[in-house]
Structure formats: structure tokens, C-alpha cells
């Protein structure tokens, strides 16, 4: 007689398979006939990873790894119309392992999943066997598993990366809350990302944002971070030493001029931060023509560092007004934070 094991309650699985239809997967990754994605919920949490393998017939058989490493299995057919919550008796053999039966939950309408709660000898007939036969109220299925090992690597590496993007994120969350209390004189000490980044907090976010593309922004640029602005963008830079404005200016117009194809003009003055004594070097900047017969400006104000260098804050814009009115507004807010 054929042994008969079994899963996941439907207790389990209703509290563990709680997340949208797998078949919504974007195909963020693929190995073989399995496509997948990671799954973030309404809250911002991490879920999971999952993949779909793509058979002939109107069932697909996926797989997840959710955030707590438990393994998942779902049976996917467009034509059902399941009633979520509700549960259905599914038996699994792949090649000639004992039968393993169980309830799997109904996740939606058109989708069935179970966990694989505690059968790591059925995960690895997962990545390892031929074929694996699934019966229920759906009749008897085969899915031949080729390639099922280099998919569920996939997806292991899929939440590897997933939660060690979160660690880093946690991190940076953790220097943003630091750098957002600094105050007074303290600002020069920041080095130039986390300077700009200080000073964009408490500017409006409509007018002042950073890009989701910023760290392909920040390459593109040569820039400690980006940010956009009003018909422009807004970046940081360093520079080494302490200069006058004419010698800035000269330094720019020579670094400037190549990319130049028409009138490049400038000019140089110096400014002082609000409320203070503090003198700033100010450089502006007007090209007739990029290279595709428009106009770019662009202002720079630049600021001392606390360890003798000078932190180049620039606003390139689609017209003068807009890129003097952004350096103008970081202008007061650095104003504003050195005098907390």
C-alpha cells in the first residue's frame, strides 16, 4: 500500500498564504519556464519570492519562499472560480516517493497554495525529481520539474537579495534620522551627500526630489547625489581646496566649454549666507546650445567644509529664472539649519 503523508493544515496555510495572485508575477527574473518576482505588501513588507512555470494546458504549478523561509507550492488555472478562504484536498507524488496529501487553501479565485510546513525531503523532490503528479476535485496533473533546481536557486537568491536590500535600507533609514538632527556649524562637517540630503529634508518635496533612478543619476552626473527641480535638476559635488570666485569661474567655463556648441557666458560674484558674516563664492553659467538647439543654465553656490574644501552645490535649468530660484531656496535653508 502506498504510504500517505501529509502537509500544511488549512489553518497554516490561511494564515501564511495571505498575498495577491502569483500569476501578477512581472517577470522580474526568469530561469528556464519559470518567471518570478518578489512580493511587497500594502504595509511595505517583504512577503516573498515566487515563480510560475509556464505548461501546456490551463494549470500552471508555482512555487514561493516567503520572508520566513518556508517553502510554498500553488496550482494556478485562469478558469476557476474559487471561493477564497475555503480549502481543497490535493495529493502530490513525484516520481515513486510516497503520496503526500493535504489541504490546500484557496489564496483567489483562480489560485490554490500550500505550505510546505516542515517537508524539506518534498522541497528537495521539488528541485530534484522528473515529474510530479497532483490530484483533486481538478482531476490528476503532471508537471514534468525539468529545471526546478536552477528556478528555486533563482528564488532563493531572489529573497537573499530582497532582505539584504532591506538590511541596507534599514541602514541608510538609520544615517537619515542621525543627519536630520544635526544643526548649526555642525552642517559643514557633513561630507556632500549627506550635507545636500540634510538640507533637501526640509525643503518642499514637490519642488526639491530625489529620483528613484539616483544612484544611475549620481554616476551620470559625477555627483554626491541628485535631486530634481522645476524644469531642471539639482546635484553636489566636492571640491577640493578653497578658491576665489574668478578662479571658479575660470575652472568651470574650461570644464564647461566642450559640451558647449554655441555662446557659453558666465559670471562670478560673492554672496553672503543669510544672518551671517559668511562668505560664499557664486558662479552662473549660460549655454545657447547643448547640442540640440535648446538653452541650459546653471547657478552654483558653493559652501564651506569644515575640513578646508568647499562642497559645490549646483542648479542646472531649463531657464535662468528656474535654476536661480532653486539656489536661492537652498540658499535660505542652509541659512536656516546653520543657525539652530
Known amino acids: 500500500m502506498t504510504a500517505i503523508r501529509t502537509f ?28 518570478g518576482d518578489a512580493y511587497i505588501s500594502k ?3 517583504f512577503q516573498r519570492c515566487a515563480i510560475v512555470g509556464e505548461y501546456e494546458g490551463d494549470t500552471d504549478l508555482g512555487f514561493g519562499l516567503a520572508a520566513n523561509g518556508a517553502y510554498e507550492v500553488y496550482l494556478i488555472n485562469k478558469t476557476w472560480t474559487l471561493e477564497p478562504g475555503q480549502a481543497a484536498k490535493v495529493s502530490i507524488k513525484i516520481d515513486n516517493l510516497p503520496e503526500v496529501s493535504g489541504a490546500f487553501q484557496v489564496v483567489s479565485k483562480d489560485t490554490l497554495g500550500t505550505v510546505l510546513q516542515d517537508r524539506p ?12 503528479t497532483i490530484s483533486g476535485f481538478f482531476g490528476t496533473l503532471k508537471f514534468p520539474l525539468k529545471g526546478t533546481s536552477k528556478a528555486f536557486a533563482v528564488m532563493e537568491d531572489c529573497v537573499r537579495q530582497v532582505k539584504s536590500g532591506m538590511q541596507d535600507g534599514k541602514k541608510v533609514a538609520e544615517a537619515r534620522e542621525k543627519v536630520a ?12 551627500q549627506p550635507f545636500a540630503w540634510r538640507v533637501l529634508k526640509d525643503l518642499p518635496q514637490d519642488q526639491f526630489a530625489i529620483p528613484k533612478d539616483v544612484d544611475q ?3 551620470r552626473w559625477n555627483a554626491a547625489l541628485v535631486w530634481r527641480i522645476d524644469r531642471g535638476l539639482g546635484l553636489v559635488q566636492s571640491v577640493g ?11 568651470l567655463v574650461k570644464l564647461k566649454a566642450p559640451s558647449c556648441k ?23 553659467l549660460s549655454c545657447s546650445d547643448v547640442g540640440n538647439g535648446t538653452a541650459a543654465y546653471e547657478v ?36 536656516v539649519i546653520a543657525a539652530q
Open 262 to 284: 554655441a555662446q557659453l557666458t558666465s559670471e562670478a560674484d560673492l554672496r553672503l549666507l543669510p544672518g551671517t558674516q559668511t562668505v560664499l563664492p557664486h558662479v552662473e
Open 8 to 35: 500544511a493544515t488549512a489553518a497554516a496555510v490561511a494564515a501564511a498564504l495571505t498575498f495577491s495572485a502569483v500569476q501578477d508575477a512581472s517577470a522580474a527574473f526568469k530561469s528556464g519556464i519559470w518567471t
Open 241 to 251: 581646496g578653497n578658491h576665489s570666485e574668478e578662479e571658479l569661474r575660470a575652472e
Open 181 to 192: 538632527k544635526v544643526r548649526g556649524q555642525d552642517l559643514f562637517k557633513l561630507a556632500p
Open 121 to 132: 525531503e518534498l522541497v528537495q523532490a521539488f528541485k530534484a525529481g522528473s515529474v510530479a
Open 43 to 45: 504595509e511595505g513588507q
Open 300 to 335: 552654483l553656490t558653493f559652501f564651506p567644509h569644515a575640513s578646508g574644501n568647499m562642497i559645490a552645490v549646483s542648479h542646472i535649468g531649463e531657464t535662468l529664472d528656474a535654476a536661480r530660484l532653486a539656489d536661492n531656496s537652498f540658499l535660505n535653508q542652509v541659512a
Open 217 to 219: 543619476a549620481m554616476k
